[in-house]
């Protein structure tokens, strides 16, 4: 009788067990995950990707698409849960008040190592002699007293003003002309079909390394960040997410990119492809990324993961 009850047991027990990892990762209020998401190709990209992966867990994705400014506020008004897109140090002075008063917490390691983001030329205008950021103010007639950045608002765009407004590197004349990226890009494509002068705000992860023939400016002086614009991107969420679901915030700590594999995922967004679709397309064709990915998380309802991705279309 004695061993009867103990085979009992530990048959309940282990259905317990069993129950304990069938059962969802996350809380019930975890599902809906809302995501801000800023205009810029790459964090378009790598959004896609995370709403994929989520939605195929059983998640409910929403994207909110905003200014830097509005997305950190939004985390802070619990409005949104996370940003795949905090460039560091671009976007540091936006963010430093948030992180400070502790209304958004930035993840422990970068998603993205080897960015970089700094003003930069075709490379037919930086073997005429514009190489540094001292060369700028020389070229002024050429440029039409113009700099070519990103949307109002952004970090870059503000240390190109205060480039300006200090005259710095002899740039007190200068214009900047803020714009989309879409707007710069295409500003700059058309430059370059004319091969006329232009200088613009460039960054890696993007296509216009391979399909633009450009070189980066030296000698900023920090101007744009340490280093010569070398930069990392980070994961924001709201300060308590990873305690309040872990699987969720599991997924975003192994989403990890290299600059060259994240230019690769955005080409086809550049060529008006839907960014869901070929952020699907990826995973199909990249196994590995899938399983580094997935490792460690499961749906929502418990299950593992790896085997139980859904990849077809709603």
Known sequence: ??????????????????????????????QNVRMGVVNWTDVIATSAMTQVLLDGLGYKTKQTSASQQIIFAGI????LDLFLGYW?????????????????????????????????????????????????ARFEKELG???????????ANTQIKA????????LGKFQLVESSEAGMLAAVDRAVRRKEAVVFFGWAPHPMN????MTYLSGSEDALGPNEGKATVWTVTAPSYAEQCPNVHKLLTNLTFSAADESRMMQPLLEHKDAIESARQWLKDHPQDQARWLEGVTTFDGKPAATNLQLTSQ
């Open 1 to 30: 009788m004695n061993r009867l009850i103990s085979r009992c047991a530990l048959a309940l027990s282990a259905s317990a067990i069993l129950s304990t990892h069938v059962m969802a990762a996350d809380a019930a209020s975890c």
């Open 88 to 136: 560091n140090p671009l976007m540091t002075q936006t963010i430093t008040p948030f992180v400070e008063a502790k209304q958004v917490k930035v993840l422990d390691k970068p998603s993205l190592e080897d960015a970089r983001a700094t003003l930069a030329v075709p490379t037919y205008l930086a073997d005429k002699g514009l190489k540094t950021f001292a060369d700028i």
């Open 145 to 155: 007293g113009k700099i070519y950045g990103i949307e109002p608002g952004s970090g």
């Open 210 to 213: 391979i399909n633009v023939a």
């Open 76 to 79: 802070r008004d619990r409005r």
């Open 163 to 170: 480039m300006i407004a200090k005259n710095q590197f002899g």
